[in-house]
Every structure is written in C-alpha cells, then in structure tokens.
C-alpha cells in the first residue's frame, strides 16, 4: 500500500469545493455493491464512508475488512473508514492494508488517542478522532493538533437512518472558531437536505451521509439536492 495522505491532493481531490459528500454504504445494496458504488461515483460523491461495526461498542455488527477491500477495487475515490470498534489498535493497520486512505477511531475507547493517531499517520493514512454526541469537546482537546480529521456525531453510532441530533452543530460551530484547529470537520448521522445546510454553515467540510442517498431512487438527484441544500 503507497497511497499516502496529503491533505492538499485530497483538498485538491474535492476540486477545492466544500462540503465534499461522502456516500456511506452502510444503506447501500450489498448484493450488488459494486454496482452502487459506481452509481454514488458517477453521481459526484467525492468519497466512500465505511463503518465497521463490532456488536460491541456500538450495538450492530456491520462489516469487515474484506467489504472495504471490495470497496477499494470498485473505485479510486477516497476511502473514509470509521472504525467503531473496541480496540482499533489491533486493526488499523489491516484496515489500511485493504485501502483506507482515512481511518477514524473514537475517543471514547482509547484513553490516550494520541499514538495510535501518530501510528495511522505512519502508515500513510489520514487520522480521525471520533466523538459521540454526549462526549463534550473537552475530552479530545489535547489531541486537537493531532488529527486530520474531527468525525462530529449527530446520532449515536450503531444504525443508520436516525434523526440528526442539534449538539452537533455546536460542536462543529467551537472547532471551526478554534484558532487551534487544522482538521477538516466532518459529520455523521441523520443528515438530510433539511440538516445538511446547518451542518455546513456550523463548519462541516466533509458531509457523511447514507439514506438521504441511498434510498433515493436517482442518485444523481439526491446528490445534487444535498449540494444544492448546503450552500442555499
């Protein structure tokens, strides 16, 4: 694996146009993954959002490394994989191995983020750190300077399709006024072209979302009123 993150080719990547819509495939058909893939690609989703579920931390189990690997070979768009998981150390660097350009783990099961941020960083991937919605920004201050990317959740993680929770937005709204603060803000979880403009405004620049694309029968459409719905 040499494909290495720079956080100017990824900007560059995502055309310098913010936010960038991340396609999560949690929602999608597996049985004809590729094929939906391809679909959300040529659709213009600037990239493909992977969660990995462990029936532990988060009560659902999802999938593994070889539906990320399946990923990696439908497409060269790049790989956002949130790891929501119990020990992440012991995965991330199969996850990279299988083509994660961005690994996201969460603060709320490693007491110090901080080597294991540097170790995904060392193995040529973007690191992200995770909060939950009850989780204050407090806890991750320390490895702000840390991280690539800050993966703000609006709904407890586990399942797809919940309803977008407004902590998010002030979450998003103190990192973006933080002088501190180089990440690029992402978030997840029930955004729909009702929330996806507040998301934006708050200072999101990478937009998760899996419903409001995936159970759209035109994914040209749904892309493009998301688009539409951030910057109006």
């Not at 396609?23 to 679909?39: D, I, K, Y």
């Not at 999802?62 to 539906?67: E, T």
């Not at 800050?150 to 933080?178: E, H, T």
Request: hydrophobic letters at 45%.
């Amino acid at each position: 694996m040499d494909r290495r993150f720079d956080r100017a080719e990824f900007v560059g990547r995502l055309r310098g146009e913010f936010p960038a819509i991340m396609a999560s495939v949690l929602n999608c058909n597996f049985g004809t993954l590729q094929r939906e893939v391809e679909a959300v690609e040529a659709a213009g989703a600037e990239a493909i959002h992977l969660d990995v579920m462990d029936g532990h931390f988060v009560p659902n189990l999802s999938f593994g490394l070889p539906i990320v690997e399946a990923v990696r070979r439908a497409t060269d768009l790049p790989l956002d994989v949130h790891l929501m998981i119990d020990n992440p150390a012991q995965y991330v660097e199969e996850f990279r191995k299988a083509g994660a350009d961005h690994i996201t783990i969460h603060a709320e099961v490693v007491a110090d983020p901080r080597p294991l941020l540097d170790k995904i960083r060392s193995l040529g991937a973007s690191a992200g750190l995770a909060i939950n919605p009850p989780t204050p920004l407090a806890a991750i201050e320390p490895y702000l300077q840390h991280c690539n990317l800050i993966l703000v959740m609006s709904v407890m993680p586990g399942f797809g399709g919940q309803q977008f929770n407004d902590v998010a937005i002030d979450k998003l709204s103190a990192l973006k006024a933080r002088k501190d603060v180089d990440a690029l803000l992402e978030v997840d979880g029930g955004v729909t072209t009702e929330t996806i403009g507040r998301c934006f405004q708050a200072g999101a620049e990478l937009i998760v979302t899996g419903s409001a694309i995936f159970r759209h029968e035109d994914y040209n459409v749904a892309v493009r009123e998301l688009r539409a719905a951030a910057i109006a």
